[in-house]
């Protein structure tokens, strides 16, 4: 079954504790990204990656580090948490549908409380 | 840069009547566009998209949407809404121009109220 896993799905953690949601996709896609969605803001992209060790700066970068070193994984990474990123998060893989246009794979989100 | 908006935050309707959600974008050529929903305490779930051809697309659970270039609009309309559609609706453009590949410009969503 085509997904998009993520893990952990509820994270408590306190101000500056380093901290890393993990995203998993067995669909050998190249395209994948990280979102956060706000109340009143919707979702945001943080960053995303177009392929191994390539990725890009997204709307809302600040506070986080990703990195892609399989295809499959592309972790988010929060190196000194803070209150303000208390969120949902939503890792996307990109699914090609062939002449330039792709779909987004959305998993099931991850709920960050930094305290 | 695109960028969408939804112009309703929130909108209440009667189960039974018909739903029209608004949606406007903001890109030079073509956009690509879509439409996800988010049930309470659930992720998203894609529900149409458009890239070219038929302006009016149909999706999943009965809905569909009408592209309008001369509008710069792309709203999600319903002709009867049963309580199982109240949620948060996203529309959504290709950033960049591009088909999508390096994701999705979200507008800021409108939540979506069934009454009785």
């Known amino acids: 079954e085509a997904q998009v896993t993520q893990n952990p799905r509820y994270l408590i953690t306190v101000t500056g504790k380093k901290l890393t949601v993990t995203c998993s996709q067995n669909m050998n896609h190249e395209y994948m990204s990280w979102y956060r969605q706000d109340p009143g803001l919707g979702l945001r992209q943080i960053y995303y990656s177009m392929n191994v060790e390539v990725t890009d700066k997204g709307d809302v970068p600040e506070g986080y580090k990703v990195s892609r070193k399989e295809k499959r994984n592309f972790p988010l990474i929060l190196e000194s948490p803070s209150p303000n990123q208390t969120s949902l998060y939503f890792c996307?893989?990109?699914?090609?549908?062939?002449?330039?246009?792709?779909?987004?794979?959305f998993g099931p989100g991850t709920r960050l409380t930094v305290t | 840069a695109q960028s969408v908006t939804q112009p309703d935050i929130h909108i209440t309707v009667s189960e039974g009547a018909s739903l029209e959600l608004r949606c406007n974008y903001s890109?030079?050529?073509?956009?690509?566009l879509f439409w996800y929903v988010q049930s309470p305490g659930q992720g998203l779930q894609l529900l149409l998209k458009?890239?070219?051809?038929?302006?009016l697309v149909q999706g999943i659970k009965g809905f569909e949407a009408e592209f309008k270039r001369s509008q710069s609009s792309f709203n999600l309309r319903k002709p009867s809404v049963h309580w199982s559609d109240a949620a948060e609706y996203f529309c959504a453009v290709a950033r960049r121009g591009g088909g999508g590949a390096d994701g999705l410009t979200f507008g800021k969503g409108t939540h979506l109220i069934i009454q009785p």
């Open positions: 458009y890239f070219s051809g038929d302006t």
């Open positions: 996307a893989s990109t699914r090609p549908l062939g002449q330039g246009r792709y779909e987004q794979y």
């Open positions: 890109y030079g050529a073509t956009p690509y």
